[in-house]
């Protein structure tokens, strides 16, 4: 009996030592794991860049070149006259040569590499032109008589407006190609020779004068080359440098014959031109 009650307490005792350590742990609340501390994000600066905007170059532009124009041409004029009660005929053939020329442009950059220009070149050259005349006799009824002379010192002037069409192409830092384009306005003078028969008196020789006649005439052609310009130095706003172009201008221009008179071919204004000069740019 004695041992039943023994082993009856141990067992109470052991009972009692299992629940109250059950209670112990699930009594006990678990610990929080420690955590890093959230730190507000951080603005990160992006790095500076060199250069806010790629540098395009100046905006506007002003260039002045002096140059030379090429081109060889010639025109005959005809014309008929009265003298002695019989027509006399005359002709002319005119020479047109090459000479120095004028020329500026300003101009801007309207959008990127795409630039649009106003340009005025001036050329003038004064030629010679020789005249044959077949003058009526004045006793021989249809015996001419046939005398030349040369008519010196004939004036030739193109003053042409060009609208020029530019794609500026830089290269490294101080050299530019410009490619050029555009209609050209051309407004030509030129001085024609002929005889008259005021100019004729016998007897030889019979032709004592020559009479000169103004003309004037404009025609629509068009201008297409290049530019290319090399910067020197920069002072303040304004950059400086120097360039050379080449182009090529053409017109048709049907000059008006002096009063009895008629020019067999139109006269081809412009023609290869090509110099250097100054570039300032703004």
Same mark, same amino acid.
């Given at each position: 009996?004695?041992?039943?009650?023994?082993?009856?307490?141990?067992?109470?005792?052991?009972?009692?030592?299992?629940?109250? /350590?059950?209670?112990?742990?699930?009594?006990?609340?678990?610990?929080?794991? *420690?955590?890093?501390?959230?730190? *507000? #994000?951080?603005?990160?600066?992006? #790095?500076?860049?060199?250069?806010?905007?790629?540098?395009?170059? &100046?905006?506007?532009? +002003?260039?002045?070149?002096?140059? %030379?124009?090429?081109?060889?041409?010639?025109?005959?004029?005809?014309?008929? +006259?009265?003298? &002695?009660?019989? @027509?006399?005929?005359? %002709?002319?053939?005119?020479?047109?040569?090459?000479?120095?020329?004028?020329?500026? /442009?300003?101009?801007?950059?309207?959008?990127?590499?795409?630039?649009?220009?106003?340009? &005025?070149?001036?050329?003038?050259?004064? $030629?010679?032109?020789?005249?044959?005349?077949?003058?009526?006799?004045?006793?021989?009824?249809?015996? #001419?008589? /046939?005398?030349?002379?040369?008519?010196?010192?004939?004036?030739? @002037?193109?003053?042409?407006?060009?609208?020029?069409?530019?794609?500026?192409? *830089? &290269?490294?830092?101080?050299?530019?190609?410009?490619?050029?384009?555009? *209609?050209?306005?051309?407004?030509?003078?030129?001085?024609?020779?002929?005889?008259?028969?005021?100019?004729?008196? $016998?007897?030889?020789?019979?032709?004592?004068?020559?009479?000169? /006649?103004?003309?004037?005439?404009?025609?629509?052609?068009?201008?297409?080359?290049?530019?290319?310009?090399?910067?020197?130095?920069?002072?303040?706003?304004?950059?400086?440098?120097?360039?050379?172009?080449?182009?090529?201008?053409?017109?048709?221009?049907?000059?008006? %014959?002096?009063?009895?008179?008629?020019?067999? $071919?139109?006269?081809?204004?412009?023609?290869?031109?090509?110099?250097?000069?100054?570039?300032?740019?703004?």
């Amino acid at each position: 009996m004695d041992t039943l009650m023994r082993t009856l307490k141990l067992l109470s005792l052991a009972v009692l030592f299992v629940v109250g /350590t059950a209670l112990q742990v699930n009594g006990q609340t678990p610990e929080a794991n *420690p955590q890093a501390p959230v730190m *507000p #994000p951080q603005t990160q600066t992006p #790095p500076a860049s060199s250069q806010a905007q790629t540098d395009e170059g &100046y905006g506007i532009f +002003f260039n002045v070149n002096f140059a %030379g124009q090429a081109r060889e041409q010639s025109f005959n004029e005809a014309a008929t +006259f009265t003298k &002695y009660n019989e @027509t006399g005929a005359v %002709g002319t053939s005119h020479a047109v040569g090459g000479g120095g020329l004028f020329d500026l /442009t300003v101009g801007a950059r309207v959008w990127r590499n795409v630039a649009v220009g106003i340009g &005025y070149s001036s050329f003038k050259d004064d $030629d010679d032109a020789g005249i044959i005349a077949q003058v009526p006799h004045p006793l021989l009824f249809g015996s #001419p008589r /046939t005398e030349s002379i040369t008519a010196s010192g004939l004036e030739h @002037t193109e003053n042409v407006v060009h609208l020029q069409f530019m794609w500026l192409i *830089p &290269y490294r830092e101080k050299f530019q190609l410009a490619l050029i384009a555009g *209609p050209s306005f051309f407004t030509v003078r030129q001085d024609l020779a002929t005889v008259r028969a005021a100019d004729i008196q $016998d007897p030889a020789p019979l032709i004592r004068s020559i009479t000169i /006649t103004e003309v004037k005439e404009s025609a629509v052609g068009f201008n297409i080359g290049a530019d290319g310009s090399y910067l020197i130095r920069r002072i303040r706003r304004v950059a400086i440098g120097v360039g050379l172009f080449a182009r090529y201008v053409g017109a048709s221009i049907e000059l008006p %014959g002096a009063a009895g008179a008629t020019i067999d $071919d139109n006269l081809k204004g412009g023609g290869f031109q090509g110099g250097g000069g100054l570039r300032l740019g703004f």
